[in-house]
């Protein structure tokens, strides 16, 4: 299982960050459902690459899903409150209303956590075949 997470976390950081940097200096952030993808492969990223972490230091499984997601929601809360501030107290020229809302901030959770189930999901069949 070790190797899975190495290589999907090889594959899919990069993957994040180019999306994330085109979706910002490209405006790809304006089509219609880009956030969320993007948020989708945030949450995978963020938790295999916790997953490898704790893999490392030989945490049992449950505790590694826990931890996971714990440490996800930590640093969604962060990024939510900075995508805030960054529209609303540093004041942006071509503010996007529709990534302030409550309703932006709950899809990009539900993105984040769906992304990370679907890794959660996938390791827990690959250690039982």
Known sequence: MFKKI???SVVIIPVFLILHFLGWWKGYYDLNGYDKLVHFLAGAGVVSVV???LEIRKVETIKKQ???LIILFFISVCWEILEYSSYHFIGRQEIDYSQTGWLDTLGDFTANFTGATVILIWLYFQEKK
Do not use: A, D, N
């Open 51 to 53: 997953l490898w972490i």
């Open 6 to 8: 190495t290589t999907f």
């Open 66 to 68: 826990l931890i996971s």
